[in-house]
């Protein structure tokens, strides 16, 4: 059972019932992040979990957590001495906000040319459907797999997997493992195909400014108040130093530094300045002078505005002084950064800069720590076998400016390391208007993933 | 006719209907700036018009302008060797957001206590409605008025009197007065009639700044990308020092300084920091250190933000760089200022301060400059005997830190010159929920406007 052509041959003779499955599961609305989406989010659960039992796996559950639920599956008929792979996805997707600048229904998967339009299609359900139809193709072509697997299939990665943490400590057991294949990470070109060897953390605030006790009229009180949106502004505008370094107190401190290896690991999948401009429609590139794009993304930390809200943002003007202000804030960490720590920083910050005239608050969400994995271990090897095969090159290793918790928690509760690679592109759009999957490196993702399987 | 009694005995005996009257005008929900309140627009200048038919007044007329209309009346049968007062007011409000903070229907005028609650119960549609009273307790009672009265009742002023220096323009000889009344600024206190003697003027704004073509992963591109809502507030946030200035270049050039007597005058209205607090709800007052709070509010420009928006502000996270960011500013202004010159130094702040990492766009509304009304005119004698006579002491002298359009276009087109008094308080929450009109003093205002008349 060492060889793929009959998986793969069923693999592109079901192709175009593959991309119909695809799109069902587009079109079902599973923002993690907006209630009203509960009942979708249920129903994108049971669209998995009927899948998982449509291909033979075994033990089939939806299990609740303290918001929405975790599919779990596995086919444990290949031995002892095989390894056992688990497979991570994502059946929740972002907002769809600004949903005027969709060109399409962002839950009507639309075909256009080469892509599947569509929110969910590229981050990341493109990619769990591919590696179960990946898994069905040679279930239905051998009835059986070359190594054991077992599935866990989380609803709240675009929230920060708030609850996958408890879920995997809770299930240690159920969820042993010799390795996690997460496909939630990205290739760096269509003819590139990427394992991605670093991921960074997430931390996740929102903070408040408040001043007067209601919006107060500019002419009355205008030179004698300070403005929170103006305030607020005051405190965003210095967590930046001028080129582009964040201020926190000890920010920087356990960011480690680039090796000269590392950075020309870097310098490999850079993609041109010229590229990241018309990628991006930016007027010009930012960041700290002493790093390259590829490297700040990849590399160092960020802090971002996610969000901005205060006073009258209605048509026409009204001249109050607003009584409060509020940014959604979130940084990205690499490794050796903890949101914990970020969480004190930031608020180090806030005391030392907050002005007296005002008054602050700080919320934080669920965050995650960044993660290395060691390019060299069984998993690795085996997928770059598999995608040798299929685009006739070796693939590129990187490290990514995502972030994703469940590869930290799996390590850090069960010990689990993750092997991250994924088929999405840069130009996918993923968070943004018009998502969009590129088909042909999706199918091609799906015949690699079959080869995979069988490099054990 | 010099014994105001009858009229006086008139007002009293009808104050219970005069505040039915208004409450019937707060019921209107005039809001200038929201274009699907047209209609209620319409209700209020018909409103009016009734009104001043009603006591008497000829030729009333609606006449149309580019928005709103302005409502007309006269009374000219005092003869020539009497004076001719005009009359302003307008029939607008502000918006109602944030509805939530209201303790009742904005739009229901509620009488609580001492207090008339409702949106423009004290700014100005109690000024209107009291100065139509005190005209209409002299016409019941004496059959005529001692002087000859124009009113000029617009819908704009809370949008910046957009098309009232056209109409003013075109409509010169129908407005010629020896001066204006205006009751459109307030009181410093329930026993301390006021008389202001200054205006800040008013230049609205709004800066967008835009980066991306669409909002970004943060993942993928922070580091890389300049975030929109961070260029914001780093613009937002040089635009004052850490003394509360302006950096605006050449915003201070023309503001002239404060003469001892000036500041003794400011000295006598000031109210006390503790009473500001308490007033506004702050923790701490703001501003240039060199000046006192009320010489801040009525004799330095400032410079607000009224409002600030970018990305996402709904429920959770979104982790995304914004593709663009939006802040509404307005500037009050001081004599010697002009809109068109701040626009300038706003704009050369933006050219020397943008980063190329962004681009910006920006928009004025119209705006208008200040105001210095002399202290010692036939009017200001009339109307400090008239509350002389109804307080039982002299008025205060005093500027303020609002903005009135009218007084500046009719000063510049039609060479008329306003009276600014009116009866509102500084705790009467105008632009803000639960905006209310403080009823004792509403009456002796009604009084006091009557006695006002016979003083010539």
């Known amino acids: 059972m060492t060889d793929p052509n009959n998986a793969l041959e069923y693999v592109r003779a079901n192709q175009s019932r593959f991309l119909d499955e695809l799109k069902e599961l587009v079109a079902i609305p599973s ?26 796996m075994k033990n089939v559950k939806i299990m609740p957590t303290g918001l929405h639920p975790v599919v779990y599956g596995e086919w444990l008929g290949a031995g002892k001495s095989a390894p056992t792979v688990m497979i991570y996805g994502h059946y929740d997707v972002q907002p769809v906000d600004p949903l005027d600048l969709w060109k399409t229904n962002p839950f009507e998967a639309q075909e256009r040319g080469d892509y599947l339009f569509g929110r969910g299609a590229s981050d990341m359900k493109g990619q769990v459907v591919a590696s179960i139809k990946a898994v069905e193709a040679i279930m239905k072509s051998d009835g059986k797999l070359p190594v054991n697997v077992k599935w866990l299939v989380e609803g709240e990665e675009e929230i920060g997997s708030t609850n996958l943490e408890e879920f995997i400590k809770k299930n240690k057991k159920m969820l042993a493992a010799d390795f996690c294949l997460n496909p939630d990470a990205g290739m760096t070109a269509a003819d590139k195909p990427t394992i991605t060897t670093g991921l960074r ?16 009229h500019s002419g009355g009180f205008g030179g004698t108040i300070h403005n929170p949106a103006q305030a607020l502004a005051e405190l965003l505008a210095g967590m930046h130093d001028k080129n582009g370094k964040i201020t926190l107190p000890g920010f920087y401190e356990k960011v480690r530094k680039l090796s000269k290896k590392e950075r020309e690991d870097f310098k490999r999948v850079a993609p041109s300045n010229k ?49 409060w202000a509020l940014a959604k804030i979130s940084c990205r960490l690499v490794p050796d950064q903890s949101p914990e720590e970020v969480e004190k920083q930031l608020r180090a910050y806030l005391k030392q800069n907050a002005p007296k005239t005002i008054r602050w608050e700080l919320t934080s969400g669920k965050g995650s720590g960044a993660a290395l994995v060691s390019a060299d271990s069984v998993g690795v090897r085996a997928l770059a076998k598999a995608f040798e095969a299929t685009w006739g090159k070796r693939p590129l290793f990187k490290r990514e400016g ?40 999706w199918r091609k993702g799906i015949e690699a993933l079959t080869r995979f399987f069988y490099n054990f």
Do not use: C, Y
Not at 31 to 45: C, F, G, I, Q
Not at 281 to 297: D, K, S
């Open 402 to 441: 995502g972030s994703i918790g469940a590869v930290i928690m799996l390590q850090k509760q069960a010990g689990v390391d993750s092997l991250l690679t994924g088929f999405g592109l840069p130009e996918d759009n993923i968070h943004s208007p018009n998502e969009r999957l590129h088909l042909p490196t």
């Open 275 to 323: 590229a990241l401009l018309e990628l991006t429609g930016a007027p010009a590139l930012w960041g700290e002078p002493q790093f390259t794009p590829v490297e700040r993304t990849g590399a160092r930390p960020t802090l971002e505005i996610n969000g901005m809200v205060s006073g009258f943002i209605g048509q026409g003007s009204k001249t109050i002084i607003p009584a």
């Open 201 to 216: 953390g997430l931390a996740h605030f929102e903070l408040r400014v408040t001043g007067p006790a209601r919006d107060l």
């Open 31 to 56: 923002v993690s992040t907006l209630s009203e989406h509960k009942a979708d989010m249920k129903r994108a659960a049971e669209w998995v979990a009927a899948q998982l039992r449509g291909i033979g």
